[in-house]
T-cell receptor
Framework: DTAVSQTPKYLVTQMGNDKSIKCEQN?????MYWYKQDSKKFLKIMFS???????INETVPNRFSPKSPDKAHLNLHINSLELGDSAVYFC??????????????FGPGTRLTVT | AQTVTQSQPEMSVQEAETVTLSCTYD???????LFWYKQPPSRQMILVIR??????QNATENRFSVNFQKAAKSFSLKISDSQLGDAAMYFC???????????FGAGTTVTVRA
């Protein structure tokens, strides 16, 4: 069984469109994240939800809106897509373990290409 | 914000040999967590090893071990008996004690020569 899944894995769309990426985890974790990996492979946190509450919101354009309907799901909606949004988007989840921190498990990534 | 630096963009190792990847970080905190993640060409991010800052003993997971030097803020990864399947990009990551997010280094691409 896949622990953290994302759909779709590949997404090609045109500038100006609106698209969503879905993420689901079956690990029973209470915290979920979205990371962006750019063309140079640099990974950066975008958002994090803990028990459906937004706890991290890095400097991300407000065209990006995360939504967490429940603890197992965290979706990312992107409005008015731009060329610079092309990247790989990773979903991750974690559960705090005392003295082990927030060990995060990642989904397979969604490669978004904006043309 | 914490900064994680991986100074080696690329490393190459002969199969069955050992390679060491370097990572340094900048923090004013005394309690935190450090991780190494592997990203093969499939792009899946895989947790390789974890170190808690309060532990002096270096973490080990099979052929992977770390050299954690807290005073020097250094966290290197050693891959012993390298295998072709170890070829990947390796990311060092930092998480503070009360913070959820991971701060990643720029990554090191490891090539394994047969």
């Amino acid at each position: 069984d896949t622990a953290v899944s994302q759909t779709p894995k590949y997404l090609v769309t045109q500038m100006g469109n609106d698209k969503s990426i879905k993420c689901e985890q079956n690990l029973g974790h209470d915290t979920m994240y979205w990371y962006k990996q750019d063309s140079k492979k640099f990974l950066k946190i975008m958002f994090s939800y803990n028990n459906k509450e937004l706890i991290i919101n890095e400097t991300v354009p407000n065209r990006f809106s995360p939504k967490s309907p429940d603890k197992a799901h965290l979706n990312l909606h992107i409005n008015s897509l731009e060329l610079g949004d092309s990247a790989v988007y990773f979903c991750a989840s974690s559960q705090e373990v005392v003295r082990r921190g927030y060990e995060q498990y990642f989904g397979p990534g969604t490669r978004l290409t904006v043309t | 914000a914490q900064t994680v630096t991986q100074s080696q963009p690329e490393m190459s190792v002969q199969e069955a040999e050992t390679v060491t990847l370097s990572c340094t970080y900048d923090t004013s905190e005394s309690d935190y967590y450090l991780f190494w993640y592997k990203q093969p060409p499939s792009r899946q991010m895989i947790l390789v090893i974890r170190q808690e800052a309060y532990k002096q003993q270096n973490a080990t997971e099979n052929r992977f071990s770390v050299n954690f030097q807290k005073a020097a803020k250094s966290f290197s990864l050693k891959i012993s008996d390298s295998q072709l399947g170890d070829a990947a990009m390796y990311f060092c990551a930092y998480s503070s004690f009360n913070d959820y997010k991971l701060s990643f280094g720029a990554g090191t691409t490891v090539t394994v020569r047969a």
